[in-house]
């Protein structure tokens, strides 16, 4: 069973509102390889397993429980970009005559507006919905931990991309957070297949990147958080059986199991009257 | 942040392996109204929500983190039905000229022996994968709560439906379990919107049926869960402010918060050699 | 405008229920060539028609009419083959611990069962929901016009084949029925053709088969449908000045335009307590 | 059977060309909430209508009835909205050189361009096509009553969205039209409940909002048009036996069933020569 | 089997960088009538061709073979118009600060930047992916060619509305040279139905349009690659038995099989270090 | 350009018509990891590849020239598993009353026999349709090769599961050769990892199998083809480079490039009149 506590496992930075920006970072959500697809796979995967080896389930589960955190964080950043946009004269307040959302449609993914209350959607850059096809768990240990291994280095190349397309600081701040726990997912998930025999060489990270590149990495990177899994468990587990020595990563370091961050504050979003959200201004007077 | 403890939220009970049984039960789990449609539906609304009124985000997220242990308890339930399919032998062990799987497919969904090691899919019952277009965020409370309503009442709806479907035991607890979980659930959206003016009459529950009919539900009648939201919190909210006080069902009694319940153990699968599933036993040799 | 009389176009012939056939007669309901694609194909195109020959928006019009009626016409012949379905006890009063609709689901759509209360839906033999993508409206009038000569002309193809399926009553009446309107229809796109040049030779009816042959379409025959269109305009059209003169298919014959058949009665369907439809005869007592 | 006059619902009013406005109407037209889906959702929910109390399947194919020329009114609006655009010399006569739809595609759906001839498709907001999943017809009375009301005010919901995208006439004449039918459609839905013993209470109209802030609805308002159904039935049926009496609204007022509007002219479209549309120019000459 | 020779069947020609035609030129790559679609229909139906008259699987895999050519000229020109977009200090060179790919998305295809490494993507205009329920094969050769002539006819009617959408020198050649062998195609399928009955007229062909109204078509027809098929056979086959005597088409002249094309050089494309692409740089340094 | 001799890449062998193995066999045609997405993903990545590395493109393109073969393959094998089903007096003459397909419907893809004249289709085991969203091509090298190491051993291990599910010879003798094949491409793009420094270990082949486990694979094992690429050039590549020296499987041996097999006929198919196939036989009288 699953238990919550009202933290974001990132702080949401304030920008300037950013539709544009918005619509790319919904591939981050709800992408062939966002966090929404991260989350399902590793809980079927986790679920479905089978066999004794119970250190591989606890393993997909650490991390299945960071997606959900994950998955909450970008919600929160895309309705921060929202918050505002297509109004000139303050939040909620422009007036019909205006036709206030009408420059907010440029550039935006339309269904922000229309669909959502200028809030996140679960669908990618290009408004696809999100697909149960992409969950790959076909029960096999090795083919799900390398389909795994290509999950987590396409989710770090993706963000790399996106990142360079904004310099918005609300989507870099929580790209440059996820870049490096997906560094560390993908540690995890090379390292699961070295118990299996594989020696990666230099290969990882994927891409080849410097992970101090992006100034938000860094401060993360000092906190060790790349060669790190959080505790997520009330219970013990066997994560460390597998998550321990050496990195499968060129950068370096001991991999080692930390407790979860501090945690930041989940933003009260203001109304949006123009939207109809929440909509009971005026019942309530 | 989410935290977990490994207790299904349910327990398992054991019957006879059923791959037509698992077949029409993922409309549970992956289908238009099933438990990933209502798991991803609240987080999305919880995480969207704007404005003040944050007891209704409080109930949004209470429902949505016990829809995380419905997933895992019907992913769990699939695959006890999936287990020791399409094999006279004993599990894993038939031959190849048996073509052991050649019976299992028969009124089953092939991917369950083709994609998933005879394990549990993001798929409803045609097949069709979980799609994100599903899910009903539009920000406005009154619509999204009317909404909820109607996803809860299909839920039930559907569950009875498939439950007079099959005689097995392992999908029939399941379901009574859940039955009465959707039953608590419509009367958690229905309440909000007594909060907002509305007066149900005898309308609920929907479908109009005796909710004592079906055995497995009766035991959990009796506990009170059908009026009865569970604490997932590690910290406090304001779920109670709307979850108090005369039940909006014909059922009556009164609605009240409660602890989770004591937790059943996730069953440990058997290997599935002529699954490849994990496909570790030679390698540990 | 559109206007309404309660009446079928074709009758509904009494047969024993038939799942299986239900469901692979969803392919002239909700499948790529069927009756719903019919229907918005020809209303986009005469909605979207530019330029001033009315006389061909005028034939997409009297066609899109029909197929309203041809949609109607197979959701309530589907109904009847699912009517008393999974009920080995009398049309909805199977008891619970009969599990009665396990017999219902092999070789049948589950949906008709947990989505449709024993129903039509739209959607195709296998399953897959109806798309707008299939629609063909590129306002070219000769491309137009090809695809819609394609498209009846495969609708005929598929229900022939569907035809040999099942020897139930009830399927063969309407297909029949729709099998000779469809090469009255696969007349007129083709006879619009030859206002612009074509001649078709002996290429008509595609596929090569005798209209004969299929005992239900006989009489339809002997009635000229197969040559004729129905009108359904309240008002004015120029219909007339393509649909006339002789026919482009190899049966002979002039085509003219008629009034529509007399009507038959649109069957009032049976409550179905164990899929709680329509759920109200409790509240009613 | 349907029959036929033709007449749109509404005027179109003339104004200048706008594709990024017809890309987002396209919402109205065939979006998961828009009028494709209202129209097949009552078809279906009609024609499979269970039991003897025909007075609520009168309601729903009268919603029917008018829904299908509402989405002939919502094609011929995007047709309006796109006749002219990418064309700087007058409709159809720019040259190659001139590349004259390059302006077109900014902010535009290319399919407008490059799949229909400037003319409206079964798509929404986003380009996604429309969907048969999007159908609730459950069969269980009070589940689709629910599901109506749902629809109906999401129908409301993000009309009011779209209208204040644009500035557009004759987008939002059209806009405004349709607010006003669905208030009246969602009272015919919520007054259904009433039947079965619900009282709403002040909660609707949904969205919460004044239905005369749009200059363009009050003009329907004062005619009555949001308490009223029209008959569209050339026979006789039950429709009164549930619409009448007071309105479950806000608003006020008492609902009544009317005759249709007197009908405003279809446009006759200008042939668009660089789209090939309708093609015939050379060949008649 | 196939066999291949590092060949374009046509010349790229260099223009600026031009996100904005690469999004509208997928519509001729993975969209509905592009060539994706032609390629595999054709392969499914030469593969699943009924019966001894096996000049007809001839003709069917003679057009499957030069589709293949077709995917990978619309391929290289795609990358073409990527290359270099969203960099204004030279290929791949930009810094983080600059947001380079910042101005790249306005009007663009986001995942080319995303997903492809600015490069191609099996998707339509609209981003919708390739979709195999496209594929006509129905086994009916009247059907089957009559599908053919339509798909073939669509495809010149996109490509001439897909080219006056820019005036890029890139997807002006390829799609001068797509639409002159669409023509030759058509010829192709509208012959076989001569063989059969069919007198054309003046219809063909579709749309009505002078083929040498664009200047990049006309040096092809000058060739006579309007009324030719190339032959990519290493053996015998029957393909002259249909394609042989007068045209089909208004435009006149013979049709006669010829060699295909000398053959153009496969461009090698630069390495984009802000796409991480290939990502070997560091590597073998 | 490619060139094409008719010849198949491996025998048909015949067996009893079977449309159950059809059906699961179209898993390896038209699914997620199917022979359509390996010759698509391959193709894409060939033609999209960017810098110099010109080994890794012709190691792309070889092993996309060989997949054209095996859809063809797969294609004329599920063509004979349907020729003759659901006809018990021969192929193509049951009469009209005996409902001849009736039969062949149970367990069976309708549409097998509705839209392929009992022929292959673009889609998978469970009826979906092919996915252009499945193509996995982002361009950077070690990610794409990962993700093809994954494709190729999810390949096998769907093709070992399905080899079980059936003893037709047709279906099993196809799976034997492109199991074996499967094998050698995960040991091309495992191979060309090495070059980047992984070492593998023994984690190949995946699944862990004897591949002489299945007597239909030993002959081809015995004949080198696990460790071998085909070469379909007709020019010179630089294949060799990469695709040299010891074996990645613990099978052990040397790779090494070799002529493609001698070629197999391409069956002539029966023609099918019940289902107007190809529908010809009246004309040419």
């Given amino acids: ?11 949401i930075v304030p920008d300037k509102p950013d539709p544009a920006a918005a619509k790319v970072l919904q591939e ?18 986790s679920s479905n397993f089978r066999g004794k080896e119970k250190k591989y389930r ?18 929160n950043t895309i309705n921060q970009l929202l918050n505002g946009a297509g109004d000139s004269n303050g939040v909620g307040n422009a007036g ?11 550039d935006a993914n339309p269904h922000h507006f229309i669909m959502g209350a200028q809030s996140s959607l679960p669908v990618d850059a290009g408004g696809n919905p999100w697909n149960g096809s992409w969950v790959y768990c ?10 795994n291994v290509v999950l987590e280095s396409t989710g770090v190349l993706q963000k790399t991309r996106i990142y360079e397309m904004s310099t918005n600081k609300a989507l870099r701040e929580t790209l440059g957070f996820l870049i490096v726990r997906d560094n560390a997912h993908q540690n ?4 699961a297949l070295e118990t299996l025999g594989v020696e990666w060489g230099k290969v990882f990270p994927v891409p080849n990147y410097d ?11 000092d906190m060790g958080f790349h060669n790190a899994l959080f505790n997520f468990r009330l219970d013990q587990d066997l994560l460390g059986e597998i998550f321990n020595g050496q990195t499968p990563s060129r950068n370096g370091g001991d991999l080692n199991i930390m407790q979860p961050p501090v945690g930041y504050p989940v933003p009260q979003m ?3 009257p123009n939207e109809h959200s929440p909509g009971l201004y005026d019942l309530n007077n």
């Fill in 28 to 45: 981050t959500l709800g992408g062939q390889f966002g966090e929404m697809r991260t989350m399902m796979q590793f809980f079927f995967q």
């Fill in 1 to 11: 069973m699953y238990f919550y506590k009202e933290d974001l496992i990132n702080m």
């Fill in 58 to 75: 606890d393993l997909l589960r650490a991390v299945f429980l960071e997606e959900i955190a994950h998955v909450e964080l970008v919600q």
């Fill in 96 to 106: 019909i005559d205006g036709a206030p959302l009408n420059d907010a449609i440029k």
């Fill in 270 to 272: 203001p109304e949006m």
């Fill in 211 to 221: 992970i101090n590149k992006y100034p938000e990495c860094k401060k993360f990177v």
């Fill in 188 to 191: 995890a998930f090379a390292k």
């Fill in 138 to 147: 076909h029960g096999n240990l090795v083919a799900d931990m390398l389909n």
